[in-house]
């Protein structure tokens, strides 16, 4: 495999080293194609990504991806979403579930369900005008992006519990109907079992009771916060692992970003890191070696291995180090 890795900056920096420690006990042949994106590239060089970086990244089977910090410049354009368009990678793919030895706000619980968010359109369109008085973003729906993104959140519900529940906002805005009549029929073409929720009150239910959930299709803004108010469900942002999938291109990445707060000690989680690659080796069709990452991440978990924030002693590398090890013994 020709992998992409992609640092990134802030905890990028510490959670994606810890990963790849994790990547080298599997002992798979993995070509790594190193770029450098981001906040610490565009203070070099004026230029956060280039034409060039994304042939590079193009070229690779798949991208792994830390996180990069946005520069404070008005005229900046984002490096994930230009990733995101450059490859047309439309699913953004977020699994919830707790994990052994952590406790989320509602203490130990049962769920495991995945928000699809669509990842190219919405009010990520890009289409903006910025003034003095008044700034415009257009939010765009389309029929294709519905439809593709419906259709994948379908196939996903199949080879799970078959449900689909669309979010959206369409009793004010009304580009959400499109989105909800798309979805709606890409479900009944498919034979899902399918409900809808409005955002605002789905937020609510899916906080307090998160077992009722499996595939949650959505638009773009309102996947990104449902995900990071999920962490909450599990335990903490530095937790969940996700996807984005294209036709031609994946990309991997934790859900988090570069924790300017924390970035530099050596504290950040790298499980969210760590599982994105289990979600890499799974796209890749390395089950097994993902299956032993998934596992390992648990025997860390349960011998209490883990950072600050989820109550623990051990730095980013620490626990990096500690499941490479486990890999390294179990597939010896
Ligand atoms: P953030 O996700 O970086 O951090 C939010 C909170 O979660 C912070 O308190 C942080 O310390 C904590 N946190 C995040 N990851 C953690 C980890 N692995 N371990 C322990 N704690 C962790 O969100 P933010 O502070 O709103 O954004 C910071 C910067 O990151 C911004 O410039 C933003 O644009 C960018 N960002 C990038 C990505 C990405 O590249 N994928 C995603 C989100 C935000
Ligand atoms: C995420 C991030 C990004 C998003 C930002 C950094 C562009 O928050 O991946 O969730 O909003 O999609
Ligand atoms: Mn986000």
Not at 102 to 126: A, D, K, M, P, W
Not at 208 to 224: A, E, M, Q, R
Request: hydrophobic share 40%.
């Amino acid at each position: 495999m020709k992998l992409a890795i992609v640092e990134g900056d802030g905890v990028g920096k510490e959670v994606i080293p810890a990963a790849i420690e994790v990547l080298d006990a599997l002992c798979l042949d993995v070509e790594k194609v190193p770029v450098e994106l981001g906040y610490g590239k565009w203070e070099k060089t004026g230029s956060a990504i280039t034409d060039e970086d994304i042939v590079t990244l193009k070229e690779c089977d798949c991208v792994f991806f830390g996180a990069v910090t946005t520069p404070p410049d008005p005229n900046y354009k984002s490096v994930l979403l230009t990733i995101r368009k450059e490859l047309d990678m439309y699913a953004n793919i977020r699994p919830i579930r707790p994990l052994p030895g952590v406790h989320g706000i509602l203490g130990r619980s049962n769920f495991n369900f995945v928000i699809v968010r669509e990842n190219t359109e919405g009010l990520y369109s890009g289409i903006e005008e910025i003034g003095e008085n008044a700034s415009y973003t257009k939010r765009v729906i389309t029929k294709e992006g519905s439809r593709r993104i419906a259709e994948y959140a379908c196939k996903l519900a199949k080879s799970r519990q078959n449900e689909l529940i669309i979010v959206h906002k369409s009793n004010v805005i009304k580009s959400d109907r499109l989105f909800l009549d798309v979805s709606r029929q890409a479900a009944i073409d498919a034979g899902v079992v399918h409900r809808d929720e409005l955002v605002d009150s789905f937020a609510y239910n899916l906080i307090t009771s998160p077992w009722k959930y499996d595939v949650i299709v959505t638009t773009n803004l309102f996947g990104d916060i449902l995900s990071d108010m999920s962490g909450a469900l599990v335990g903490g942002l530095g937790l969940l692992p996700s996807a984005n999938i294209g036709t031609k291109h994946a990309f991997f990445e934790p859900v988090h970003g570069s924790a300017p707060d924390i970035a530099g000690e050596g504290i950040a989680n790298p499980i969210a890191a760590i599982l994105s690659l289990k979600m890499l080796l799974e796209w890749h069709g390395n089950l097994a070696e993902a299956a032993i990452v998934e596992e390992a991440v648990d025997a860390a978990l349960n011998m209490g291995v883990c950072t600050p924030d989820l109550g623990g002693k051990y730095t980013t590398s620490e626990v990096g180090d500690i499941i490479a090890q486990y890999i390294k013994t179990r597939i010896e």
